[in-house]
């Protein structure tokens, strides 16, 4: 091996596992075209490029088309009609694809020159409209180029190498996944952010916030993941390596050791069951229920079927995931959140929100949109005559939000009950509690429903006013703050109060370090990444629930999350010494 400086990054571990690969740098940026010649064997990948680049954009304008007149009108929405037919000029494309034949130039370096011609003409006009529509135009051209371009880059990245990039949405945690992607290292991000979330559910190991390895790293560089501890090392020597190798061998062994826990239950050691639960983001996880030994999907979270398809999914394509879920799970119920879409999860032609995880997200989309949330829910009604489904609302802030959505869901259950198709009639319906507003009103809101969950991961960022997908003000964003410990005491105290259970679906439920103080606090459900499933019930198994129980009411008085945090690790580790605590 070359000898290249060894340089060692320290981020936030974001999905465990350790690997060594190569670098490819995935430099997304704003659309910049040089002009470049293309070999005449190349004409027709080119035009396969141009025409995928333009139906995609076509696709991409006519959801926001529908958004926006959803939300401000026909009127507004005349833009972006406006914007379809150009990319319906049959004579303004016909020329683009004849020059990029004859002139043998790349298609977004042709779309460039000849949409700005076209442009320039609009702008020099005397008449005012037309000037204007000249900005739709370039509107236009910008996204078709976007569009050609993301085609290339995915194309020509290897399968099998670890991808480095500024940032990745989820819609490319998804899509570079085809491509067996080894790792994902990326200078920003959170370890809540939806990315992570997707990399973990695909088990790609992924560090997050290391701010500046764009900048550091060069193409076809040799580097290493470390997904548990957050180090990446680029270059290293032998003796880096081989210790990495060790370290990833101590894993394997640990984790082969938890094997024989898959048919147990997770009990106490005096006697207090508590029940563990998958998270999953795709139908074909829920087979981790049974290999994890769980007791069913706590939260599958169905953006991901959204995500992957270009416009909503239909009905039936819903039902069939749906009826996956449930059956997989079998004979354990499946929780199922309806429609989460917005924050950090925008499918990318949705339009832009100045403070999306305050906007128009969750619950809020759903109710602006009956046909989407209707579609949803008979689906999921359907689904629910092939086993137990409960459902489940994100992004609850008050009780109408609750009561509407009740309202929706006896109506769908209305439209298939008079076309004899067959569903639960006593499905369970029940809130997120995410939102502060929500915890306040814990309550109350447990007795509208059959049950709560509590996603901490929103909860954490809401509370305490910390995004959860910003590597710089990651340090305050803090599970063992006395505020959210509080707050979690006080949702799970109100749901039993009126006599409903309490699960927690944020990633705070599957950290080792958290499971003394919530099961402590009383939390009857747990629902986690399944990775770390079997280790969570090691602990469960380890410990009793009056030890727990007296760690949690010593934590409640703590003051500060370093005083909890450091309280919980010691006392575990006490309890049980032979796990990694990294
Ligand atoms: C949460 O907010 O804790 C949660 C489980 O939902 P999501 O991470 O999908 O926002
Ligand atoms: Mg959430």
Redesign the pocket.
């Known amino acids: 091996m070359e000898s290249k400086n060894e340089i060692i990054l320290h981020g936030i571990p974001a999905s465990p596992g350790i690997v060594i690969g190569k670098a490819y740098v995935f430099a997304k940026q704003a659309p910049r075209v040089e002009e470049k010649s293309i070999a005449e064997n190349e004409v027709t990948l080119e035009l396969e490029r141009l025409q995928h680049a333009i139906d995609r954009s076509e696709r991409e304008l006519q959801k926001v088309l529908q958004l926006t007149e959803q939300k401000v009108g026909s009127q507004k929405a005349k833009i972006f009609e406006a914007q379809i037919m150009i990319l319906a000029d049959a004579v303004l494309f016909g020329t683009i694809r004849k020059k990029v034949q004859k002139d043998l130039k790349s298609a977004e370096y042709v779309v460039h020159r000849e949409i700005s011609r076209y442009q320039q003409m609009m702008m020099n006009s005397s008449d005012e409209y037309m000037r204007e529509r000249a900005h739709d135009v370039e509107d236009v051209k910008n996204r078709v180029i976007r569009n050609i371009q993301q085609e290339k880059l995915i194309s020509r990245f290897e399968p099998n190498s670890i991808v480095i990039s500024e940032i990745l949405t989820p819609a490319d945690t998804v899509l570079f996944s085809r491509n067996e992607v080894l790792a994902y290292a990326t200078d920003m991000g959170g370890v ?1 952010s ?1 990315a992570a ?1 997707l990399a973990r559910s695909l088990k790609i190991p992924s560090v997050v916030g290391l701010k500046n390895i764009t900048k550091l790293i060069q193409i076809d560089d040799i580097i290493i993941v470390d997904g548990y501890t957050g180090n990446v090392i680029i270059n290293p020597t032998e003796e880096t390596i081989n210790r990495c190798n060790e370290r990833k061998a101590e894993h394997e062994q640990f984790d082969s050791g938890l094997k024989e826990l898959r048919e147990l239950t997770a009990q106490t050691t005096d006697g207090k069951e508590i029940r563990l639960c998958c ?1 999953i983001e795709f139908s074909e996880e829920a087979r981790n229920v049974h290999e994890q030994g769980s007791s069913g999907v706590g ?1 599958y ?1 169905t ?1 991901g079927l959204f995500l992957r398809t270009e416009n909503y999914p239909s009905e039936e394509e819903q039902y069939i995931e749906y009826r996956a879920v449930v059956e997989k799970s079998n004979p354990f119920k499946a929780v199922m ?1 309806t429609l ?1 879409i917005g ?1 950090d ?1 925008v499918v990318s032609s949705y339009q832009s929100e100045e403070n999306p995880f305050l906007g128009w997200r969750g619950i809020r989309l759903l109710l602006d949109r009956p046909d989407v949330f209707m579609t949803q829910l008979k689906a999921m009604l359907r689904a629910s005559a092939h086993g137990e489904i409960w459902i489940m609302l ?1 992004m609850i802030s008050g009780i109408k939000e609750i009561r509407q959505s009740k309202e929706l869901l006896e109506k769908a259950k209305k439209e298939l009950r008079d076309k004899n198709i067959p569903f639960d009639e006593n499905i369970k319906i029940g809130a ?1 509690i ?1 939102v502060p507003s929500a915890a306040v009103l814990a309550g109350e809101i447990a007795q509208e429903v059959d049950f709560l ?7 954490i960022q809401y509370l305490l006013a910390v995004d959860r997908g910003n590597e710089v003000v990651s340090s305050l964003y803090q599970e063992f703050h006395p505020a959210v410990i509080k707050t979690i005491r006080y949702i799970i105290l109100e749901a039993h109060r009126a006599g409903k259970p309490v699960s927690m ?3 705070m439920a599957g950290d080792p370090v958290a499971l003394l103080l919530l099961l402590g606090l009383g939390l009857d459900e747990f629902s986690m990444s399944p990775h770390v499933l079997p280790e969570i019930k090691k602990i469960i198994r380890s410990v009793s629930f009056a030890e727990a129980s007296e760690i949690a009411r010593r934590v409640l008085e703590m003051k500060t999350e370093d005083d909890a945090k450091d309280f919980l690790r010691v006392n575990l580790h006490t309890m049980v010494p032979e796990l990694l605590l990294e």
């Open positions: 809540t939806h979330l998270n939260l979270r953006e959140r989460d924050g999860k994100p997120m995410e969950s509590i996603g901490t991961n929103d909860l679906c944020g990633e």
